[in-house]
């Protein structure tokens, strides 16, 4: 079992609605981060947060926002997407940004289909 | 900027055998990952490797580091059908506190009895 949970597990969304990703930890990491992943490709790093600020945006659309309300959720509001826009994402968190042997820790994912 | 790749892509092997999953980098790194997916899951963490010539194991895979040549190998002993998955190998880059993981193409093994 993951220690990192995302909601929903499977999300079809047309490409006027608004719909929101969900992740939440328990581990007291201070680091938490969105990723997106295509099929047979690696993760693409999307958002890093450490300490509830925005600390990196890899440049994402702003169709995707990210919000961290507290330590321990973090979420992703989603409008206006693309179909390119399915994919996989993925919620990690890490203990801080720094500590050297803190791996991520990743959800099991929101397979999301834009209709 | 830092580059990753990983060689094979693609992994077939038989039950039993030994095997070898390479992992070059293009810059300075001092951290560096192996992760594990099986299909349509969430990405494990298998090893960390942090210092030249670190070496760590864990049932039948074992990583290693070598800094130096900017290269961390991933050894598979005596195969079994359980190890087919989708390995990456993903590197941090260095300095400052920003933590961004450059992740491999990953690895596409299939243990085959």
């Known amino acids: 079992d993951t220690e990192v949970t995302q909601t929903p597990k499977h999300l079809v969304m047309g490409m006027t609605n608004k719909k929101s990703l969900k992740c939440e930890q328990h581990?007291?990491?201070?680091?938490m981060y969105w990723y997106k992943q295509k099929a047979k490709k690696p993760p693409e790093l999307m958002f890093v947060?450490?300490?509830?600020?925005?600390?990196i945006n890899e440049s994402v659309p702003s169709r995707f926002s990210p919000e961290c309300p507290n330590s321990s959720l973090l979420n992703l509001h989603l409008h206006a997407l693309q179909p390119e826009d399915s994919a996989l994402y993925l919620c990690?968190?890490?203990?801080?940004?720094?500590?050297?042997?803190?791996?991520?820790?990743f959800g099991n994912g929101t397979r999301l289909t834009v209709t | 900027e830092l580059k990753v790749e990983q060689n094979p892509l693609f992994l077939s092997m038989q039950e039993g055998k030994n095997y070898t999953i390479y992992c070059n980098y293009s810059t300075t790194s001092d951290r560096l990952y192996w992760y594990r997916q099986d299909p349509g899951k969430s990405l494990e963490s298998l090893f960390v490797l942090l210092s030249n010539g670190a070496v760590k194991q864990e049932g039948r895979l074992m990583a290693s580091l070598d800094t130096k040549a900017r290269l961390s190998t991933l050894h598979i002993t005596a195969a079994v059908h359980d190890l087919s998955a989708t390995y990456f190998c993903a590197v941090a880059d260095s300095g400052g506190s920003n933590y961004k993981l450059t992740f491999g193409k990953g690895t596409l093994l299939t243990v085959n009895p």
């Open positions: 990690a968190s890490s203990q801080d940004l720094s500590s050297y042997n803190s791996p991520l820790h």
């Open positions: 581990m007291g990491h201070r680091a």
């Open positions: 947060y450490s300490y509830e600020k925005l600390s």
